[in-house]
């Protein structure tokens, strides 16, 4: 089926600690897979994207990590910041550019 | 490049009326894609227009509808809006000749339906 999915739909970090979202996805034919940030009151943000040839990558301060053998991927945000306080999708691309979101997770930082 | 923009930021609707929302896609993208979102989830697919065409579309009842025009912008229309169609309703372009790119969006219509 078409499902993408969240382990946790929220999650609590101290300000300067790095975190860590998971999410994980049905379709094992899926090869191209973004991660979303969106802020309350605004549309999704691209943070970082990985195709399926990939098992991590990494952009500024956040590293995505696929492991399709499990059907899971991660986005670690390290020396997590308030500004960085919002919802988090993982997004499945399907062929022509339809989006599959997962619930998302929020994520709270703490000064 | 002012991106993708959406209008109206927010609208109000009874039910029962129909209403039209509007996006114009970021400069040198052609693909338009609409979704919803209710509270709480995740954004939802409701259909893709490329060169004024609906080419895909996801589950939703034939009461929505779109245009795209010439200038690669486009519409979402809903007819008999019933309670649940509440929702922020955002548009999302993709660049000419890379439709399974990276998708930007916009800021979305807030429609409340009362």
């Known amino acids: 089926g078409e499902s993408v999915g969240l382990h946790l739909p929220t999650l609590s970090v101290q300000e300067g600690d790095n975190s860590i979202i998971n999410c994980a996805y049905s379709?094992?034919?899926?090869?191209?897979f973004i991660w979303y940030k969106q802020e309350s009151g605004k549309g999704p943000q691209f943070i970082i994207d990985?195709?399926?040839?990939?098992d991590k990558r990494q952009g500024q301060r956040v590293t995505v990590l696929l492991n399709k053998t499990v059907k899971h991927l991660s986005l670690q945000i390290a020396a997590t910041q308030p500004g960085d306080s919002a919802v988090y999708f993982c997004?499945?691309?399907?062929?022509?550019?339809?989006?599959?979101f997962g619930q998302g997770t929020e994520l709270s930082v703490k000064p | 490049d002012a991106g993708v923009t959406q209008s109206p930021t927010h609208l109000i609707k009874t039910r029962g009326q129909q209403v039209t929302l509007r996006c114009s896609p970021k400069?040198?993208?052609?693909?338009v894609s609409w979704y919803q979102q209710a509270l709480g989830q995740g954004p939802q697919f409701i259909f893709q227009?490329?060169?004024?065409?609906?080419?895909q579309r996801g589950n939703f009842p034939d009461r929505f509808s779109g245009h795209q025009f010439p200038n690669y912008s486009s519409e979402l229309n809903v007819n008999a809006l019933l309670l649940g169609d509440s929702a922020l309703y955002l548009c999302?372009?993709?660049?000419?000749?890379?439709?399974?790119?990276?998708?930007?969006f916009g800021q979305g219509t807030r429609l409340t339906v009362v």
């Open positions: 999302a372009s993709s660049p000419i000749g890379k439709p399974d790119t990276e998708a930007f």
């Open positions: 379709n094992s034919a899926s090869d191209y």
């Open positions: 990985i195709r399926s040839n990939m």
């Open positions: 997004a499945e691309i399907h062929q022509g550019g339809k989006l599959i």
């Open positions: 400069s040198g993208h052609d693909t």
């Open positions: 227009y490329y060169e004024e065409e609906e080419r």
